[in-house]
């Protein structure tokens, strides 16, 4: 038994045998290429690869955060805001998340315990929400424009599983105030018109792409920040406009309009000195923050874009042109006989009466067709032409306005080879212009001959600044003392008439107008334009007033009864917020009544 135990105790021992060369040789050969094969691929990846490695690992790490495009603030001559963005926010549901505070992080709350505490915040029935989400289990849009207030109590709930998006929305504090003129975004917010549109440039931030760096764990890393990378200017678009002259003039414009059952109107205020415009007002108007709900044919400013033949109000204008060729003497006269002849076309006075032998303030002031007549016969042809295109009315203004247009002015061979263009010209018919463009040249009576660009903007302001009134600017065209005594003619219009604008210790000059609307070359037989121009303080002439009053309707439709009242309001107005200080005591004027 010991010796069977011992023989079972034994181990085989296996001899070593001497590896062969051959084999030895084999192996290390094949370890040295499996080397040099990672070595070369090292080599490869650091150095003929590495930029587009680098390149993959960035876009990995790095986080590209587009602009939202913010649009800059619009703001009155005061500060009062125009148009500005305001954070809207799109709530976003996800169903598979939804988790209360406090409860297991694996747990999933249903969606009707999610409505139940969402509606209230909301304001939304509950069914409503229920619905919305139906068995969608991401992804879901519950709302949007939703205000920052609300936003801020979804928050509050801290339900899991609900995204609220931010995004920019365009609101015009103002409504219809500032519509026509600065126009709006649609919901895509492209801009349609307006402001918006012709300064849509200027009114986008300068907003980048801003790339990030991120760490492993997701922490925002300096690197690849430059400076001013984080920066969000805070420029605004500053107008001339002011928002209280504004809606004296809108609401002043709208109560005559509906009285009147006139087609529509504009009200404009113009500094002379400058330019400026302090008001623009037009009705019928729209509300930009309702835009959708208004006819397309409100978006455009009519006193900009649409032509009329001035009528009367143009008359001062021609005066001064003949002064200016010397054709006429300050106080020389014209004898009025009611009616005339021009190449067979016959020309009456408005209300076909004569009044004799009068002086120039006097035309003026029972605006007398055949006495305009006469004065401009003494103007050559040639030269009345010349003077009409000098003053632009057959191209556009110089303007900020958008959309502004030129006007229609016959060509030169015929205007003077048909004695009825000029004739018809000398009191304010046969060529068109624009509302903006008569006040443009009425501001040129004013300021002492001076032809001044119309505007509605000062430019772009940092912050709360604010721009001051720009300086006297404009193209010299007529002598000073042409426009001085033309303007003393008009004073006379309100001083010695019966117009209804009068206001006690100031000196107020002005003109009315009735003309008949044309349409294609024809005029509409009882369609009217009435209208009336205002300058003030006379002694020191800085404001122009213009109203206009398209197709009033009933019975005596005159200048002065359908557009002076408005232009009362609007100087009445204009004197408090200007605080523009009275001429000085003057004496009860003669009651003249003329009919204008």
């Known amino acids: 038994m010991p010796a069977q135990g011992t023989r079972r105790s034994r181990r085989r021992v296996v001899e070593l045998q001497p590896v062969p060369l051959g084999r030895l040789v084999a192996v290390y050969t ?18 003929a690869d590495g930029g587009n490695l680098q390149k993959r690992a960035r876009a990995i790490q790095t986080q590209s955060i587009a602009p939202i495009g913010k649009r800059r603030t619009i703001v009155d001559r005061n500060g009062q805001l125009v148009a500005l963005d305001e954070q809207r926010f799109t709530l976003w549901a996800h169903p598979r998340y ?29 069914a409503l929400l229920l619905a919305n989400l139906g068995s969608r289990q991401s992804g879901v849009k519950l709302r949007s424009e939703i205000d920052p207030e609300t936003a801020e109590r979804v928050r509050r709930l801290g339900i899991s599983g609900l995204d609220l998006e931010a995004y920019p929305h365009r609101i015009y504090p103002q409504g219809q105030l500032f519509a026509n003129v600065v126009g709006f975004l649609n919901l895509e917010r492209v801009p349609q018109a307006g402001l918006e549109q012709s300064r849509d440039r200027d009114l986008r931030r300068q907003e980048e792409i801003l790339r990030m760096r991120r760490g492993a764990d997701g922490t925002p890393l300096p690197e690849g920040l430059v400076a001013g ?38 009200a404009l205020v113009m500094d002379v000195r400058n330019g400026e415009m302090l008001a623009l007002a037009s009705t019928p108007t729209y509300d930009p923050n309702r835009f959708w709900a208004f006819n397309p044919g409100l978006f455009r400013e009519w006193s900009v874009q649409d032509l009329y033949e001035p009528g009367s109000t143009f008359k001062p204008i021609n005066l001064a042109l003949a002064l200016q060729e010397k054709a006429i003497n300050p106080t020389g006269k014209e004898t009025d006989n009611g009616s005339l002849s021009i190449g067979g076309w016959p020309i009456f006075n408005h209300d076909k009466k004569a009044n004799g032998l009068i002086d120039y303030a006097t035309v003026l002031q029972v605006s007398s067709n055949v006495a305009m007549v006469k004065a401009m016969a003494k103007v050559k042809r040639e030269r009345f032409w010349f003077w009409l295109n000098a003053l632009g009315i057959n191209a556009r203004p110089d303007t900020d306005l958008p959309g502004a247009v030129a006007g229609q002015l016959k060509d030169r061979n015929q205007f003077i080879s048909h004695p009825i263009e000029p004739a018809v010209a000398a009191f304010g018919q046969g060529f068109s212009l624009t509302p903006l463009k008569l006040l443009q040249l009425h501001a040129m009576l004013a300021n002492g001959g001076r032809l001044v660009s119309p505007h509605i903007t000062r430019g772009l302001r940092s912050g709360e600044a604010l721009a001051s009134p720009g300086a006297a600017s404009g193209i010299q065209l007529l002598d000073p003392a042409v426009t001085k005594q033309v303007m003393a003619w008009m004073e006379s219009v309100v001083s010695q008439g019966n117009l209804a604008v009068k206001v006690p210790g100031y000196r107020i000059g002005g003109k009315t107008g009735t003309a008949q609307k044309a349409e294609n070359g024809v005029y509409i037989p009882g369609a009217l334009i009435t209208s009336f121009v205002a300058h003030l303080p006379m002694d020191n002439p800085r404001y122009v007033v213009l109203v206009v009053v398209d197709e009033p309707k009933g019975g005596m439709v005159f200048g002065s009864t359908v557009a002076v009242p408005v232009a009362k309001q609007i100087i009445d107005a ?16 003669k ?3 003329r009919a204008v």
Do not use: C, M
């Open 574 to 589: 204009l004197l408090v917020l200007e605080r523009i200080p009275p001429s000085g005591p003057t004496g009860k004027p």
């Open 229 to 266: 990378s984080l920066y969000g200017d805070d420029l605004r678009l500053q107008l001339t406009l002011d928002s209280r002259l504004q809606q004296v003039a809108q609401q002043a414009l709208a109560k005559q309009v509906k009285h009147w059952n006139a087609k529509r109107g504009a």
């Open 98 to 126: 939804f988790n209360f505070p406090g409860d297991d992080p694996r747990q999933v709350r249903t969606a009707a315990e999610v409505a139940d505490r969402l509606a209230p915040v909301l304001a939304q029935p509950k």
């Open 30 to 47: 094949i370890l040295a290429f499996g080397l040099l094969g990672l070595g070369a691929r090292l080599a490869w990846l650091q150095v």
């Open 591 to 593: 009651a003249k009544p």
